[in-house]
């Protein structure tokens, strides 16, 4: 779901990068679910799974 053209939790106002920023600051997900209760740990992990398969793409030439 994109919300104001960012990347948001579906069903929530938090944005996709909140979870980031969170995690950065040395947060555990357990936590940033508790801060953000709209927001589930099945979101939480589909959201870093994407990540990392972004990650391990390889890139266009």
Do not use: I
């Amino acid at each position: 779901m994109r919300l104001a053209g960012a990347w948001a939790f579906r069903g929530t106002r938090v944005p996709v990068s909140a979870l980031f920023t969170n995690l950065a600051g040395g947060a555990t997900v357990d936590e940033f679910t508790e801060w953000f209760p709209g927001v589930t740990k099945e979101q939480v992990n589909l959201v870093l799974e994407h990540a990392a398969q972004g990650l391990s793409a390889p890139l266009a030439a």
